[in-house]
């Protein structure tokens, strides 16, 4: 499962108890989906 930090935005491996992000040490942390949903931009 991976997890995206919502401060710096880095992608995350393998959390072991929702650690800080080891970029920025923001412990805000969201699930990364396989389908990510972003902004509508259809046209
Ligand atoms: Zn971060």
Redesign the pocket.
């Known amino acids: 499962m991976a997890y995206v930090?919502t401060?710096?935005?880095?992608k995350i491996k393998q959390i072991e108890n929702f650690v800080r992000?080891p970029?920025?040490?923001?412990r805000v942390l969201v699930k990364s989906r396989p389908n990510i949903p972003r902004d509508v931009s259809t046209d």
Not at 7 to 10: A, D, E, F, V
Request: glycine fraction near 20%; include cysteine; hydrophobic fraction near 0%.
């Open positions: 930090c401060h710096c935005g880095k992000c970029y920025c040490g923001s």
